[in-house]
């Protein structure tokens, strides 16, 4: 099992540059998860999908943020433009959601974001 | 609303002896709750999850954790720490009225000396 894949691990780029960040879950996972990462406000959810529907969306920062599940393979997160405070690690997770709200979220290692 | 409190953001100890990093959580449902750790430049791993099966639960590493609703608790041991074992930890608890959203601590920072 190859775990969550995410790319690029690494990503630096300038304000106002588009920014792209992919992720591949984990095969048969129903439900997909966008977390960012900061030291001021520690781990949030950007963004939850289930069977590739966006369901909960309320913590995607502002419209420059949009985040997109073509298929039960695929997540990117978008931001456009980028702006130095969205520098952060970015981290997508993936689950098999059932009724147990006890579902485990596996992590994938991250994208480490800096907007100069 | 579910949230959790970790007591403490740095831990240091000494190789070989017991670890205790505390977590308190407030729940307006029976709780469901996590330990995840993350090691530098890593992702989370899940090292242990509380089924309420057993209020002791035995997680990787030979970590475990005691859910005491009495206390609202969930600290999280280890009786000999390994240098290995240096890492943050994330205490998590999960709202069991939605989808499984994890709301996360804040982190503790475990140090382990020789």
């Known amino acids: ?116 | 609303a579910q949230s959790v409190t970790q007591l403490d953001s740095h831990v240091s100890v000494s190789e070989g002896t017991p670890v205790l990093l505390r977590c308190n959580y407030s729940s307006s449902y029976s709780p469901s709750l996590f330990w995840y750790v993350q090691h530098p430049n890593k992702g989370l791993q899940l090292l242990l999850k509380y089924t309420s099966a057993a209020t002791l639960v035995k997680g990787i590493n030979g970590f475990e954790a005691e859910f005491k609703k009495s206390e609202t608790s969930f600290h999280l041991t280890k009786p000999s720490a390994h240098m290995s074992d240096a890492a943050e930890y994330f205490c998590v608890v999960s709202d069991r009225g939605g989808y499984n959203k994890l709301i996360f601590g804040a982190g503790t920072r475990l140090a382990v000396h020789p």
Request: aromatic share 10%; net charge negative; with cysteine.
């Open chain 1, 1 to 116: 099992d190859a775990g969550v894949i995410q790319s690029p691990r690494h990503e630096v780029t300038e304000m106002g540059q588009e920014v792209t960040l992919r992720c591949k879950p984990i095969s048969g996972h129903n439900s997909l998860f966008w977390y960012r990462q900061t030291m001021m406000r520690g781990l949030e959810l950007l963004i939850y999908f289930n069977n590739n529907v966006p369901i909960d969306d309320s913590g995607m920062p502002e419209d420059r943020f949009s985040a997109k599940m073509p298929n039960a393979s695929f997540s990117t997160l978008k931001i456009q433009p980028s702006e130095p405070r969205d520098s952060a690690v970015y981290f997508c997770a993936s689950s098999l959601q059932g009724a147990d709200a006890m579902d485990t979220q596996y992590f994938g290692p991250g994208t480490r974001l800096t907007v100069l």
